[in-house]
T-cell receptor, first 114, second 115 residues
Framework: NAGVTQTPKFQVLKTGQSMTLQCAQDMNHNSMYWYRQDPGMGLRLIYYSASEGTTDKGEVPNGYNVSRLNKREFSLRLESAAPSQTSVYFC?????????????FGSGTRLTVV | AQSVTQLDSQVPVFEEAPVELRCNYSSSVSVYLFWYVQYPNQGLQLLLKYLSGSTLVKGINGFEAEFNKSQTSFHLRKPSVHISDTAEYFCAVTPISGGYNKLIFGAGTRLAVHP
């Protein structure tokens, strides 16, 4: 019963490098989300996908792109990493349009950009 | 638009003492309310939620929260904390109506339980 799986768990990048954070859920959820967590700022929404085939910007989308590859997978790409993108990234999913059951979160990816 | 304010960034408490973590929200529409817990180096887990009905909601690990509509608050309480409750706690809301079901989170409260 995996839930939401994120890879990798840790990553160090040099400024300007690119990488893709992977997320997969096995709960047949329709909606998926990418958040970043920074000290004292809580969780901020980067992008979300309300359903397969759709993606929308959240609160802090600059410097990121996303792909909803299929119903299970939602990836986050950093095209040219910057030190300001050092953060912990969380993927989450929810069953439907209304978050009555809240979200199920992955265990996070800790990214450091040097 | 919605916003969530967690009034304390850190709450130190001794083991077996009671604790209250405060959460206020702002919204022009009705909302669902949630509390999440994040243990060190882990993702967020749902503690409890308020959807409708009784304003006192019980969750996992002995936590409970009370919804107060007039004060737009959803404070989290536990009568007797354990060392294992040391974690960061997040309050969140989402509008009941509207096109998107995004959760809006507060900045978090770090609960430190001391022996």
């Amino acid at each position: 019963n995996a839930g939401v799986t994120q890879t990798p768990k840790f990553q160090v990048l040099k400024t300007g490098q690119s990488m893709t954070l992977q997320c997969a859920q096995d709960m047949n959820h329709n909606s998926m989300y990418w958040y970043r967590q920074d000290p004292g700022m809580g969780l901020r929404l980067i992008y979300y996908s309300a359903s397969e085939g759709t993606t929308d910007k959240g609160e802090v989308p600059n410097g990121y792109n996303v792909s909803r590859l299929n119903k299970r997978e939602f990836s986050l790409r950093l095209e040219s990493a910057a030190p300001s993108q050092t953060s912990v990234y969380f993927c989450a999913s929810s069953e439907g349009v209304r978050a009555r059951d809240g979200y199920t979160f992955g265990s996070g990816t800790r990214l450091t950009v040097v | 638009a919605q916003s969530v304010t967690q009034l304390d960034s850190q709450v130190p408490v001794f083991e077996e003492a009671p604790v209250e973590l405060r959460c206020n929200y702002s919204s022009s529409v009705s909302v669902y309310l949630f509390w999440y817990v994040q243990y060190p180096n882990q993702g967020l887990q749902l503690l409890l939620k308020y959807l409708s009905g009784s304003t006192l909601v019980k969750g996992i690990n002995g936590f409970e929260a009370e919804f107060n509509k007039s004060q737009t608050s959803f404070h989290l309480r536990k009568p007797s904390v354990h060392i294992s409750d040391t974690a960061e706690y997040f309050c969140a809301v989402t509008p009941i109506s509207g096109g998107y079901n995004k959760l809006i989170f507060g900045a978090g409260t770090r609960l430190a339980v001391h022996p």
